[in-house]
């Protein structure tokens, strides 16, 4: 396939830039950008014409719990703990596996629509999870909730861990843009003997060439650093590093609550960031230290968390959020601010170690085609414009792993309608069976 009149984003991170390009893409990766006539010359297959769109790499989404689509409504002013106990675990304990592949199809038809072409999901139900995304198209890094604390979802450590491998199972049988990751869930929720099990089980893997990772919240509410300094003596992060969690194949979500010795930690060890802004503060979870993450040289990304606290799955109208309130509240002087926080979004592909969130030779080719016009693009700060005034509804086409996910406006593998109807029935009936149980 050639896409050919577009306007592309190409280059490595830090040296991006529009240019009126054509992308020639063999299997799944691209194999060059140039000149039309040249790559028509080397490269068979369909010429698909931009009509002089932008063209972009696809965005990454580094947290997401995508079945809690079906909730969405939950009444807002309160906390994690609120929202969590209140109504998430009531949702979760009626979630059936037809349920849980709806809630995600939900999610990911609106995070195809807005762009987003990879997925770090966590749920429960991940088979049904991982089905909903093999059938729309996306790519995702998938862990399970990994909890063995009293009451929580599993009995004891070793299920827990026995879950986590039935993951790793099913990845293997699946198409190549599934991948699997251990999911820790919290510092409070986790066991400190699960927790050494993973870290454990993590070096097995990597010593066999088997590169895993870890997806974990971190420090997301003050009482996770409470919890972690009354049982081990030291801040989640310290304790983290400690056991071998925090590494160069971990991903936290969240980190509301560190200090500078934190972050430094997290620079030291490697890890990434999925930095939630939206549900933080739905949440009144707090404000994350970006500007120090950043300064420091942690490689932090974007999340949408889920759909029931963000409440969208739009990366561009959370980049600009990020954007606007670290210039007001953080002192974000990092300018231009807007070409930062883009480079944040597609750190995303960095931390799940996926080869994507680059136009450039040899790199996976999910690519999205984003409309322009006088309301968008007018100008030459094309990375400012697409930050603060574009959003999803400007996406016209998505390609995932060099095939058409949507093309011109229309899903090419499900039936969006249909989905959408099953769904909203779904989650009608799910209001039903909690309203009963709070």
């Given amino acids: 396939m050639i896409i050919k009149n577009g306007l592309a984003l190409v280059g490595l991170p830090g040296r991006r830039t529009f240019r ?43 947290h997401m719990h995508s079945a809690m689509s079906l909730m969405r409504g939950i009444p807002d002013g309160l906390t994690l703990d609120e929202w969590v106990k209140g109504y998430i675990w009531p949702f979760e304990k009626s979630l059936t596996d037809e349920y849980s592949y709806l809630g995600a199809a939900v999610a990911t038809l609106e995070s195809v629509r807005n762009g987003i072409t990879l997925v770090n999901e966590m749920h429960l139900n991940i088979e049904s999870v991982a089905r909903s995304f093999e059938d729309i198209g996306i790519r995702s890094v998938l862990s399970v909730p990994m909890m063995d604390a009293p009451g929580s979802l599993y009995e004891d450590s070793k299920s827990a861990m026995e879950a986590n491998r039935n993951l790793f199972r099913m990845v293997e049988r699946s198409s190549g843009r599934l991948k699997a990751r251990f999911g820790p869930c919290t510092i409070r929720l986790a066991s400190k003997n699960l927790l050494e099990m993973i870290a454990d089980e993590y070096r097995e893997m990597k010593k066999e060439g088997k590169r895993s990772g870890i997806h974990m919240h971190l420090c997301e509410v003050k009482e996770d650093v409470e919890f972690s300094k009354m049982n081990y003596g030291m801040s989640p992060a310290e304790f983290l590093y400690k056991i071998g969690i925090l ?68 990366m561009l109208r959370e ?41 450039a030779k040899g790199y996976l080719a999910d690519i999205i085609v984003m409309k322009r016009g006088l309301q968008h693009f007018p100008g030459k700060n094309k990375i ?19 095939k058409f996910v949507i093309r011109d406006g229309e899903f090419t593998n499900v039936n969006e309608e249909k989905l959408l109807e099953r769904a909203q029935k779904a989650s009608e009936r799910i209001w039903d069976i909690v309203e009963k149980r709070i």
């Fill in 20 to 62: 009126e390009v054509s992308i020639a893409i063999e299997e799944n990766k691209i194999a060059q950008i140039g000149e039309f006539r040249e790559l028509k010359r080397e490269y068979g297959g369909e010429v698909y014409d931009a009509k002089g769109a932008l063209i972009l790499p696809g965005f990454p989404n580094s």
């Fill in 319 to 359: 980049a600009r959020l990020v954007a606007l309130v670290h210039a007001q509240f953080s002192g974000f002087v990092d300018a231009p601010i807007a070409n930062r926080i883009l480079e944040c979004i597609y750190s995303g592909a960095r931390a799940l170690n996926v080869k994507a969130g680059v136009i």
């Fill in 247 to 314: 590494n160069e194949d971990a991903i936290f979500a969240h980190c509301v609550h560190l200090d500078e010795k934190d972050i430094s930690l997290l620079a030291r060890s490697g890890c990434s960031v999925a930095h939630c802004l939206s549900s933080n503060l739905k949440l009144r979870s707090g404000l994350a230290n970006l500007p120090m993450m950043l300064s420091k040289g942690v490689n932090v990304s974007l999340g949408i968390d889920d759909t029931a606290s963000n409440d969208t799955a739009d």
């Fill in 384 to 402: 400012g414009e697409l930050i603060y005034s574009a959003d999803g509804r400007n996406v016209n086409t998505v390609i995932v792993d060099g």
